[in-house]
């Protein structure tokens, strides 16, 4: 219509109406159009209304019209997309990467395929391309895979350091981290440094006192890679309890590359959420989903074996299990068993793992189609786990779904429905990204 500016032309960006969705996923049970019993808040024939960075109503066409004008206090929408019988989903929510490196180990990669097996101590060899570089460009890498994450439909992103390992450039890489994210975790204990090798006691000491101090004020967790190769549980249990004491929220890397007490470790701790979760005993399931019934809040998830209300920021919750397809895609290794985690009553989130040695990817989608071909996930499961469980993860309850007050990150696929993201894999579905408001690019 004349006179309707773009919206997202400024920095608070104006009204966006989009209209002729033909499904949209909103994770948001019980609002307006939904069915009951549905925890993605599936609507079909439906109409978004974003404001001011928010998402300002969601609900059928039906209702829209009296709905949009009372949110818009009589206003027209400054804007108006026509997704023309197209998904709608939320922006996705990747909470586990490691985007602070330099260089590429496309050779390892190449040796794996031809039967070397993955190992811990790859990652030294980007430390040392990392350590090497300089901030520009650090710097111009995070943008560029940012750039491609939201190219993609990823809106909020958690960034990782631990390719530095001196107190130096780890205060660098959660730094410039910074920059781009408030989802910083200082991993320092991602392996011992060749410097310190056979010394890895000693550096824990570096990790939990200088290099600690050097980092929190950057940071919003700490993560350790509680592994054989890498660090032992009581090394972790140092790591993160100093983390902890700093004010930083825990993470962990845990049962990758076998089994091992990492999970149970991050239970104990009330760990925001144990990432790989290859390697499961009966225990460590019965850990994961236990940490949702102690603490008495539980996410409505599209398995049904968990519901109630997502845990706002900051309140006390369960363990989420966040689950990393790309790296066994990358590293042939057994997929883990979603299915026996969703039976089980335990969260899942899905996130990409996007680094140089074991999951060289920043695509959700792909993430999704893996997660339902190898992982025995539904689309619902897997698409809900994408957002909703990665904001959970990231004990965040502005994002990952769509309703008024939510952030108003909303990905548009080229697709009727979200079941193309894993009946289509690998085709570009993303025809439009909204992050906070703003299209993207």
Known sequence: MT?????????????????????????????PGTRDGDPTGLVTDAVVLLDGGRVA??????????????????????????????????????????????????????????????????????????????????????????????????????????????????????????????EVTFLGAHVVPVELAGRADAYVDLVCGEMLAACAPHARWVDVFCETGAFTPEQSRRVLEAGA?????????????????????????????????????????????GSWADSGTRPDGPSGAVAGTVAPSGAVAGTVATLLPGVEFSTRQPYPDARRLLDAGAVVALASDCNPGSSYTSSMPLCVALAVREMRMTVAEAVWSATAGGALALRR?????????????????????RTHLAYRPGVPLIAKTWKSGHPHP
């Open 3 to 31: 006179g309707r500016r773009a919206a997202g032309t400024s920095s608070v960006p104006g009204s966006t109406l989009v209209t002729g969705i033909g499904e949209l996923t909103t994770n948001a049970p019980g609002g």
């Open 57 to 182: 109503w969601a609900g059928p066409a039906r209702e829209a019209r009296d709905a949009v004008g009372q949110a818009l206090d009589g206003r027209e929408p400054d804007a108006m997309v026509d997704a023309g019988g197209r998904a709608v989903l939320p922006g996705f929510v990747d909470s586990h990467t490691h985007l602070v490196f330099a260089g590429d180990r496309a050779a390892e990669f190449e040796a794996r395929m031809a039967g070397r097996p993955y190992e811990a101590g790859g990652i030294r060899s980007t430390v040392a391309a990392t350590r090497a570089a300089s901030d520009d460009v650090l710097r111009a890498g995070l943008a560029r895979h940012l750039d491609e994450a939201a190219r993609q439909g990823t809106t909020t992103v958690e960034v990782k350091s631990g390719y530095g390992l001196t107190v130096a450039d780890e205060e660098r890489s959660v730094r410039l981290a910074r920059e781009v994210t408030p």
């Open 245 to 289: 004491a700093a004010g930083l929220g825990v993470r962990v890397h845990a049962n990758q590359l076998g089994p091992g007490e990492g999970v149970r470790l991050a239970v104990g701790l009330g760990a925001a959420a144990v990432d790989h979760c290859t390697y499961l005993t009966d225990d460590d399931v019965a850990a994961l989903a």
């Open 397 to 417: 309850d502005d994002v990952g779904h769509l309703a008024p007050g939510a952030r108003a990150d909303v990905v548009l696929l080229d697709a009727p429905s």
